[in-house]
Every structure is written in C-alpha cells, then in structure tokens.
C-alpha cells in the first residue's frame, strides 16, 4: 500500500452480540473461541481484533463464507451496527465519536450504499428511485433530476426512467440501485452482496460495468462477497474472514501466490488459475530472454503463446518499453500446479 492514510482505519475492532457484551469481551480477548462463547456465555462473537487499512480510491474486498462476519463488518463503516470495542476513522475522523448530525452527513454525503436485495423503492420510477438519495442531501429538484437521468444513461438504462422495479429484471433492478449510489456522488460506496442475488452471466455484466465505472471515478468501493472469483476479479485488496477474524489481508495475486495457512490454501484450491495469476507474480530479475514481451498485469492464460513461441521460453516483462523483469514457461507451469508453489516477484 502507499505511504498515504488509508481512507478508512479499523483499529481492533470487537462485536459481541448478547445481553451483556461488554463482559464477554475480556472473554473474547483471553481466546475464547466463538463456539465456546455460545456455549459457555450464551453470546455470538460477530467479529475480533479486526484491524484493516483501506486506501482510497481502490476497491477493498472482504470476504468469507457464511457467517464469517463480513455482513457485520461493512455495517460498522457507517454505524448501522455500534462496535463492542475498537476504532473506526474515515478521512481521519472518528466515526464512533460523532454526534447524531456528523453521523447523518457521513451518511448522506460521504458513504452511499448498494445492497444485495436491491433496496429500491417499489412505488417510484427508475428515476425517482435515482434522485431519492439527492432529495436527502437537500439537492434542487431540476439539479438531482439532471444527475440522476446522467447516471441512469451510464449504466445502461436509457429508456426506462419511467418503469417501476417490478417491471425490471434482476439486473436491471442492480443497476438502478448502483446509479442511485453513484449519483449522490458520495466519495465510499459501501457494497454488501451486492451482485450475488444476480445470475452469472448477470452478475459478470455487472462485475464489468463496475469496473468500467471504477477507471474512470476511482471511487473508494469496499465491496462484500463469498466468490472468491468475483474477489480476485474485481479487487485491489482481498481481506479474507473465518468465524469473524481476518485470517489474510494482502494484494489478490499474493494470496494466491502465498496463502497464509492451510485454511486459505483449501479456500482457493479451485481457482482457475491460469485466468488469474499473472506475469508479475511469477516474474524473476531482468535477463536475457528472447520471447515476445509480456506486460505485469497479463495472465498466464494471456501470456501462454507467448512463452510457448519464445525460443528460450523466456519473455521479457515490460512497462511502457522498460524491461521490468523476465518469466519463463517453466514458472507459468509451476503457478498453475498448486498454492505456493512459485515465489512472487513484485515490480
């Protein structure tokens, strides 16, 4: 990460869910286990010790199975769910010490938030639904109606500003619902499932078009998932959760490459990693090679003909016709065989 303050800080962060949280944290914080916190003090431990920086203007992936804690996790950024203990800063303020009139901008201007389930109002049109969040703000209606026609276009629905959610399809319904977080213009976009209610082929146009939108905005999108494909497709970072702590937090092509114990193993064994790995995790030093040049951020599948072509089976890696390093057919081999089994070189 650079040397900036991340956009958002969580410092040691703690939830407990029950009748008296506050004296099962000493509990949580000696190591007691989430099952033995059920069953000895009748309370669900919701997450522990969490400390993530997340840079702006990146997308930060959390993600976990189920119950994991990651749901919980994203509704402390803005308060929907108060912290047993721990740290929140956003831009370097101190979310948990703001009063009622500083929480509600955080809200309205600075953080805006897509669901899984849509969230759209089902009695107001695609435009209405758009401008509802700039009628919070206290936007003048002809301006709020202007931008929200902008983003409607943006995200490819151009002729339907007058059609209700129940007259669109599941995709089309996610779209609104992300042009109605983009039109706030709100600095954070807070994700929460927000494409896994989508079918796949849905879901990948959506993963495209967010990612089309993220080039141009650099927004900060801190985006929650259990696909582990959508993670490695989409983020900057990857935080992966179990039973509410952060087991691995790192670039994707890092925890790919080097997994952090045998749970994260297990999670990615399946990952097609040919689609996924790419030339600057596997690259060594700059050498002699005299295969066609591949750039950092091609896949080995991208990249695979041009190995095979190289007479030395080498290839220079290269940014902007500087040669970064070298990688070889062998290594793209050996990164497709198994976690861990090839050394990452960062350029």
């Known amino acids: 990460m650079s040397d900036e303050e991340p956009k958002v800080r969580i410092k040691e962060l703690y939830k407990i869910f029950g009748d008296n949280p506050k004296a099962a944290l000493g509990d949580v914080r000696g190591g007691m286990t989430k099952s033995e916190l059920l069953e000895q003090k009748s309370h669900v431990l919701g997450l522990r010790d969490i400390n993530l920086d997340i840079p702006g203007r990146k997308i930060q992936v959390i993600m ?111 779209r609104v619902g992300l042009a109605r977080a983009l039109a706030t213009d709100a600095e954070i976009l807070l994700m929460d499932e ?44 990857i935080a992966i959760l179990r039973d509410g702590e952060i087991i691995q937090a790192s670039d994707p092509q890092d925890i790919l ?35 066609a040049p591949v750039a950092p951020g091609e896949t080995i599948e991208e990249a695979l003909q041009k190995l095979h072509s190289a007479p030395d089976g080498c290839c220079p890696v290269t940014v902007d016709g500087e040669i970064r390093g070298t990688v070889g057919i062998d290594a793209a081999i050996r990164a497709l065989k198994a976690p861990g089994t090839a050394s990452a070189h960062y350029s």
């Open 64 to 174: 976990g199975l189920s119950g994991s804690g990651k749901s919980t996790l994203i509704r402390h950024l803005n308060r929907l769910i108060e912290p047993t203990s721990g740290e929140i800063w956003v831009d370097g303020e101190d979310v948990l010490a703001m009063n009622e009139k500083a929480l509600r901008d955080l809200r309205r201007f600075k953080m805006s938030m897509v669901f899984q389930k849509f969230g759209l109002l089902p009695h107001r049109t695609v435009q209405e639904n758009v401008e509802y969040g700039l009628g919070i703000q206290g936007v003048d209606a002809a301006e709020a109606a202007e931008r929200a026609a902008k983003w409607i276009v943006r995200v490819g629905l151009a002729g339907f500003e007058g059609h209700y959610p129940g007259q669109l399809s599941g995709g089309m319904q996610q």
């Open 194 to 237: 927000a494409f896994s209610a989508l079918d796949p082929l849905i879901r990948t146009d959506m993963q495209t078009i967010l990612l089309e939108l993220q080039e141009e905005l650099h927004k900060t999108i801190i985006f929650i998932t259990h696909d582990l494909d959508e993670a490695l497709r989409i983020g900057d970072r």
């Open 257 to 291: 490459m080097n997994p952090a114990d045998a749970y994260i193993t297990d999670f990615i064994q399946d990952v097609n990693r040919a689609k996924v790995v790419r030339m600057r995790s596997i690259m060594g030093p700059a050498g002699p090679a005299q295969g």
